[in-house]
């Protein structure tokens, strides 16, 4: 059952020997180079597990975020209201706007890199 496209047994333990050696730089940016192809270039939708596991990690960064502001709002009560809401949030806002702003660049930048890619040509 072995075709032409089909790795042999020996390249595949290359590639899987490869794979674990991670500690060197090349391999290190192979392999994350090919975590988020594969994340970006999935095609099957994730378990529920998946979707529960990433939902509690949301909550998690929620909590920890929100046991902060608190923590900034408790600290800042002299002032109107709107000042202890700015000291208790202000900071995340910036933040989030800063890395926003970030990958919008990022995005753009790679949607322009791939535009000015030529396609590759197949075959002889």
């Known amino acids: 059952m072995s075709t032409s496209m089909q790795p042999s047994r ?20 192979q392999n994350e180079t090919r975590f988020w192809r594969n994340i970006i270039g999935a095609k099957q939708r994730l378990t529920r597990v998946q979707i ?21 709002y408790r600290s800042a009560a002299s002032g109107s209201v709107w000042d202890q809401l700015k000291a208790a949030f202000g900071i995340w806002v910036v933040l989030f706007v800063a890395f926003g ?10 949607r322009r890199a791939l535009r ?9």
């Open 101 to 110: 702003i970030l990958f919008i660049i990022l995005r753009w930048r790679v």
């Open 10 to 29: 020996e390249q595949w333990e290359q590639d899987i020997e490869a794979r674990q050696r991670n500690v060197v730089f090349p391999d290190t940016v």
């Open 52 to 72: 529960i596991g990433i939902g509690l990690l949301y909550l998690l960064i929620g909590a920890i975020l929100w046991s902060d502001a608190a923590d900034r």
């Open 116 to 124: 000015e890619i030529p396609p590759r040509k197949f075959g002889p």
